[in-house]
């Protein structure tokens, strides 16, 4: 059971004032500076708030041209029934309840309604009654929600409470008086506040609860006394005056026994005890903070069916209010003086009086008023009432009126009346209303046989008289209604009571689920409905709704919009919940045939499947911000550079590194696709979407694509514009609605409230839904806007929301507003008087239109299948007849003219084909049934597996001449989960003792002398070298000087190894030593070992009752363990029982092997008394037959003739029901009672034999009637000696195989019955072994969590160690850091004294100078950040600032300034000793720091031992704990009877001779550990004089170690001095040898000089290649240098030859033209010969261009 802790919580008074106005702010902050103490203000009595100043009203963004007065509030048509309390009754007219943001107080009496908004906007969460009725309490919800407290009846806001709870209220409540008011906050804080609500202070406070809290209540008869409850507990307060003040004391209530029940109802009794109501229906009485007891009616039956809404006491009477529609008057000194029993707790009692208001009344709060002098009631009905009720059972009748009627829960639908003032409204209540929103009244209300999720009101051009309605509801059905005045009826005239009537029209059925969305056409020729089964039926409308057909879309259909008559054509905008948006045109009525189905399949379809591009949004958003952050940080650093350029500063202008930015997100799309909301259309094709989850905040304009051959499902479209909608991140658009007469979009949230965003001449668009104005509505929680709806002439506007609620608004006009219509009712049809009423569908699990459709398609062909079946047969039967009929005619004939049978058989290949088709279609039958087949068979075998293998058939062998039997034990195979269980033990219990022993084992670890860690380190640091030695290296060209090298380095380091392991064996040698070297106060292992051996083994006697009984750790009992332990003795009572069984069953073949021996053998008896006369013949003793419970396991043995029997007896038991006929009966009674078969063996066949033998021995005797002769007598005789013989022998033998089976039988039987006895105990001890397990499982949950305890501690410790470790290493650290500091200080001392010199006459000078004391500043870099600027602005720009101490400035004799170097002082000395001062303050500070660094790692240590400290002690408590716990669970154990069965020569403890009666102080002991014990007193005696001896050896044996001893210490004295004294004549100091040898090879330098010479070969080498080079390089110079020279000589005469040339044409020149003529025709012929060369190399090109094109064609 549950142990509930009692929590005493207390909490402070608090000095919260009460807000006033700024005045008396200011009044009172001017008198508490005057007075030394601050005195309390009080409020005014008549101090009152401005109602305008505290109500939340619209809200409107800037620029918003939208007036706050947009809307103004008309009425409230809803009733939030389902909340919790929602009731308060001011006086006997007036009633007021919470309706979303606002308070409607209502008169019942005139249906009016007055209302106060909630002053935050974020909902209200109660609402309660002053007890005087003069004020009342209004508890919001919201961000710091406020308590309101109003006047009544002027609803003036009187006081604000301020600061009780975080989010919202849940409960509030008065105390008698009325001075104090209570209040409970919801989650996250759950805050109790008990309020001084007319001076707005709180005077106590406290939490009441960690999970939610319903009600707080004050005590009716102690106002100290307060009472709260909810969610699994019930809690008792007090406010009780202590010495530190007024406190606020909680005890939280024990439910004991009785289980943990959510408490809505309860009060507190006159006597302090506390009744309250249970989830089961009970009452439960408590006291003390404990249940005194459970009350129940009699007969164990609950006091209600369902919970107990509430509690009451009033006037000395108990009343109860359950959920079951009960209000019982219970007694209250029954229930007052009421006590258990018996161990129940239950006490059955009888209500006084009861009151049931029906079977659809959910009474949830009662609430009780005077009128006129008279006591009324009223109730709240969760089921959409408010009840006014007469509750003092008198003879009169009682009065039980319905005051108001309304919705029940969420409203789905509402629609307005195209004509006038008339909504009609359906909810899940199964009702539809129609309400007059003019005149604020309800007109009709109808009933159905299921809840509305769907209304549409019919345009005009459907019902000119606007009074047809469309209702969907959740089965599927759509029904048409009519609105109608009844008194226009013919002959009707005055006689209706109502004004309004509802008549049903028309009734179908197009959907099997709910329907979400009906849609009329705009010109109203077809009519649209949307289901959740994702299909959309259109009808065609007439006089009546006739069917269209029906089209599939992917997903359930959210909403139907058709497309505005500016659009060219009339198509269907379909938006489904996941995500798809569907367009279909209007389907033509003609051209569908429904002739089978409804289902349309050639309409043409667009898809348009969202994809969400959010993330994307998102991400180009971030790149934004990102790039706008740089720029403005890029100016930034331009700016400042300028001004630093202004201030005359030099600036490098390079540009800053910019930092690592953060990866920009990746784009994410949700799993499940968003749902759609809402939608519209804007153009043709294009529509608007708001989405919820993930993607909600955007409206999304999308564009179906004409790509309409593509799978719907693998589409992915994306809206190509996105409009962000502001605060609707969280809270999604749900609704979106027009009003055409003003330019406005209105839009329903999630949270309830309202939004309206002015259009213009715009169309929607980013500028135009920018601004918006804004009002909360519905609740906050659970209210969101379900639709919006205009009115027909846009002066109202109407909400529905989640919370039950329907709002009526004025909607602001420019005009003068109209004078107030009556309503105008929509006249009956003509000839509706005459009408029958239409058929209802009232089976939710009726077809609907398709799957009519579909049945009757069905039945016609089967009809017509029927048909041809039964022509197939007539033809058949006059076919067998024309045979039959010449088969007579053949018959008639002479039998010469006769035909063979075979004759008038067809063609034998007619026959096989039959006969293969028959086999084919056998083999398809079988591939058919295969899968069934194989089911039947796995099934076969599971049922085999489950009943027939777990269960060994128990057989029973009976004794052949006796009635002695032995029967097998029943077994079943053993449980699996101990095995299981058996294989897990080992490894949870050395988990928990690894995790025990991790402490123990990290301390051997850390025993190793840490002397070897540096030679570790060492020979790491040789051996990484060896590897680098062994390691290949890349071939390079080398010397033998070079590998002479290396040779030696490696034979050095051979013997460095060698020498290395010398060292290292010798102080594994001496560690070892050390090692084994017993401490001072150690005991020899061995003996530990022996003597721990002996504790073990010398055996614990003490009773485990005794109280210094302790438990080891192998000793100790847990779960595990004892199932181990029940295991093992299952197995062996099994594996026992196994064995017996076993045994009995070989027994039984022994008896199978006599009987067919002893067959055998009355076989040749009988063969024997064949040729003996009857009256020498012996009785044949009878063979042995086996008993049915012998063979068991034929009895689950079949095969198919036994099934098929089975089956045709299973036929046989059916047909005997109906009369038997003819052959048939016949036929039944021959298959199934026909004799059974002789067995061989049997009676029968026994007799059979012998009458056979008898003939044959008649007939022998009737065949040889001839004497026989002497000879022949005498042989016959011999062979009658012999047979005699056989006979009784043979006979003697069968009596003997009974006679020793018997035996064997009886023996096993004796052997049994011992082992029953064994088994018997066996069973006990299982017993035993079952309670004591569940008295461990009890106690494992405990037990489980101090281990857990102790292994998290154990854990924590080893954390706390490692940690403390590496403080000690990081602190030693630090030590080594402040000795080299210091040693570095003491270095910087000696080298100043050291530049002094002797005799310095300037050394106290400098002295000073050094030890000054100065602060040394270092400069800071000067940021390029604005505000490190202006901090950094007034600092100095020197790179190091000096500050003088004058306090600490040394001497006062000194004349000398210490910054001038005085006169006669070294210039180099002062200047050092001015940077060795530097020197020094840098190590001081350092040192300082250091210091302080090793300080705070000291206070770290510290604490963490502290907490190791009190870890361990921790830990040492809580093993404690466990070994309490421990103890603890062995008194529970000892606790069980255990049955002992004892003989009585076991019992030794008699009394005067005789049995005692009282065996309480007797003692169960075994004779072995009797004996054992006896024998171990003489053992000890034994041991006692040789541990005697060996201790007198041992003590002699010390003597002479302690003289060894001696001797060896002077040894290794006297060998220590010759050590030191030859090392001192050979190296004249100590030295250590191991140093020496290990730093005698410098191996690195070595190899660095076999380096060097590789490196200077390489180069040698290198350099002499590129001689080489430059060589061949220099000859090729040479060479093109000779070359170079030939070729100027060349040109040289070439230019001498041209002078020459030159200067014999110009004398050709001066001769004349007598050359022209020639020269003009040499050009000529150049000229011709230049075109013809052109010419011939055009052609030349062009055939080789032929060629090559010939060729790429070859190939």
Known sequence: MEQEAEEDTQADPSGAKGSLDEQDNHQVSS?????????????????????EEVYSGPYATDDNEIPTDLLTFKQSFGYDCTRPVNLMVMDRHTVGYIAGNQVVLQNLRTNYQNYVRSSCGGGIGFITAHPTKEYFAVGEKGKKPNIVIYTYPSVRPYRILKGGTEVAYVFGDFNRTGTLLASVGSSPDYMLTIWDWKQEETLLRSKAFAQDVYKVMFSAANEEHLTTAGSGHIRFWKMALTLTGLKLQGALGRFGKTAVSDIIGFVELPDGKVISGAEWGNFLLWEGGLIKVELCRVGRQ??????????????????????DGFIRMWSFEVVDTADPVDDTGLVEMEPMNELWLGKDVSLNFMTKIRDHGHTFWYAQDTNGAIWKLDLTFSNKTQVRERVCTFHSGSIEAVGVSPFTCLMATTALDRSVRVYDFGSNSQLSVTKFTQGGTALAWAPAVVNPEGGQIAVGFEDGVVRIIEVYDPRLLPGHAGQANEIAEINLKQVFKPHSAAVTALAYEPEGDIFATGSKDKTVFFFAIEDEYKPIGFIRVPGPVQALHWSPPSHDKSTLLILCENGFAVQVPAPVPEKQDTATTYHIKNLPTQYFHFCSIKSKIKLEEEIARREKEKEEKEKARLEWIKQQKEMGLEVEETKEEEPEEEPLPDIFIPEEPSPILCGFYSTPGKFWLSLGGYDSGFLYHCEFSHDDEEDPEKRKDEPFEVIPMENTENNPIHQISFCTSHPLMFCGMQDGSLRAYPLGDKEVSVDALKNYWYLNVHDNDNGQIRGICLSHDNESLITYGGDGNIFAFDLLSEEAPPKELKVII??????????????????????????????????????????????????????????????????ELPKHMQLHREEFEMDRRIFEELDRQRLQRIQSVQKEQAWENEKQLIGLQKLQTQFQDSLEFTLTVHAIQSNHQISTYSLLTVSEKYAQDKKHEDSKLAGFKEKWTALKETEQAEEIPRKTGPVHRESVVFETEDERLETPEVQKPTTRYIESRREKIRRLVEKYDALKAKIMKRRAEWHELYKNKPRINSENSKDAEEIKEARENIGCYRLKTATNYTLTEDDRISTEKKMMQLATLEDLIHERKTNMNKEIVSLRDLKVSTIDEIKSLVKEVKS?????????????????????????????????????????????????KEPLEGSSSRAFRHVFLQAPPVEEGGPMAQAGDASAVVTEKQNAFGMGKAEPTEMELEILKREKIKNLYLQEALIKKINTLVINFDAELRLLRHKKLKMDVQMKSAGLRCLTCCEELLILKKLEVHEDLLEEQICALINEQEDIQSELKSYLERMEDRKCEIVMLQEREKALYASFKASLGENNEFADFLTNILKKKVEYVEKEEVGREADEENENGEEDDEKHDLKTDEENCGSEDVIFADSICPEGCSEDLFLNTVQLRQQRIRIEKALAEERKVAADLKKEYDVLAIKAKEIEKSLDTTNGELEAFQWEKLHRLNELDVVVPLRLHQVQCLVDGEMPRDFSHTLVFTNQSLQYLRKRIVDQRHEKIMQREIHKKAKEEHKQLLQDRKEMKKEIERLTERCNHLMMEKFGRLVDFEAVQVHSVNIPMEQMKVRIMEKEYEHFMELKEWEERIVVLQHQLTKLTRENTSKLHQLNRFCHEKHQLETELESLAAQGGKFEDSRSADIKETTRLERRLVHITCEVAFLREQINQGRVCGM
């Open 31 to 51: 008198e508490s500076q005057k007075k030394p103490e601050k005195v309390k203000r009080r409020i005014p009595e008549t101090f009152v708030y401005s109602y």
């Open 826 to 891: 929509p006249p009956p049809r003509s000839g509706l008087e005459k009408e029958k009423g239409a058929e209802d569908i009232k089976d939710p699990d009726a077809y609907t239109i398709e799957e009519y459709k579909q049945k009757k398609e069905y039945e016609r062909k089967m009809k017509e299948a029927e048909e041809k079946k039964n022509k197939k047969r007539e033809q058949l039967s006059a076919l067998r007849q024309d045979f039959v009929f010449l088969l007579q005619k053949n018959q």
């Open 1168 to 1216: 024997i008394q064949a040729s003996l006369d009857v009256s020498e013949r012996l009785p044949i003793p009878l063979i042995p037959q086996l008993h049915p419970d012998e063979v068991p396991e034929k009895i689950v043995e079949y095969n198919s003739d036994v099934l098929l029997k089975f089956k045709e007896e299973q036929e046989a038991k059916a047909k005997l």
């Open 302 to 323: 609950p006091c209600h069916e369902g919970s107990i809404s509430q509690l009451i006491f009033d006037e000395g009477k108990l009343y109860s209010v359950g959920k």
